[in-house]
């Protein structure tokens, strides 16, 4: 599976989007894109994942740009509940889910 | 409950003992995974279970971590002769199917080996 690069922290104002990238230069055609979170002390929770096109649920928006390479995982309202580490994984249908470090992101008043 | 469930939320043990870890996944779910955490990383993926058989045990650090699921349903992960370094959350996720990325996970167990 191909690796990520997450920054490794973020700060967004409660209220405002959070905004986290990710690169995943060396993305296969066949590896879709997940992005997770772990609130502290909980199991990490599903958010969304897509494998072309841009993908909108009721957690988060998923913008991945055209060549693939990168992707943007949107929080368009943050809340003091929206800290957490978020991990972004490129997975092939049917492989395991390899979890970098993540990045965590405070979400601040 | 409707979530994974993992029993004991917190295992303080000696080293050298011998420690089971308990997961029930949700009911329907052919797919389990066990996971661990160290402080400050993220989970590592230990083994795969698509009913009873191992699909993928690729993760487990060496033999003295074993897990079973003999009907395809609850698992035990088990680690023998533990050691400082086993200390960690085990985290075990269940999901309908292997095609799905889609993961539900349980609050883990924490590890404490002494």
């Known amino acids: 599976d191909a690796k990520t690069t997450q920054p490794t922290s973020m700060d967004c104002a409660e209220g405002r989007a959070a905004n986290l990238p990710c690169n995943h230069s060396?993305?296969?055609?066949?590896?879709?894109v997940y992005w997770y979170r772990q609130i502290h002390s909980q199991g990490p929770q599903y958010i969304i994942h897509?494998?072309?096109n841009n993908e909108t649920n009721e957690m988060a928006s998923l913008i991945i740009t055209e060549d693939r390479k990168s992707s943007t995982l949107i929080l368009p309202h943050a809340t003091l509940r929206d800290t957490a580490v978020y991990y972004c994984i490129v997975r092939v249908q049917g492989g395991k889910l390899i979890f970098g470090q993540g990045t965590e992101l405070s979400v601040k008043p | 409950g409707a979530g994974v469930s993992q029993t004991p939320s917190n295992k303080v043990t000696e080293k050298g003992k011998y420690v089971e870890l308990r997961c029930d996944p949700i009911s329907g779910h052919t797919a389990l995974y066990w996971y661990r955490q160290s402080l400050g990383q993220g989970p590592e993926f230990l083994i795969y279970?698509?009913?009873?058989?191992?699909?993928?045990d690729s993760g487990l650090p060496n033999d003295r971590f074993f897990a079973v699921r003999p009907e395809g349903s609850v698992s035990t992960l088990k680690i023998q002769r533990t050691e400082r370094g086993d200390s960690a959350v085990y985290l075990c996720a269940s999901s309908p199917g292997r095609t799905t990325g889609e993961l539900f996970f349980g609050e883990g167990s924490r590890l404490t080996v002494l």
């Open positions: 279970f698509q009913g009873t058989g191992a699909a993928d």
């Open positions: 060396t993305i296969s055609g066949n590896e879709y």
């Open positions: 897509g494998l072309k």
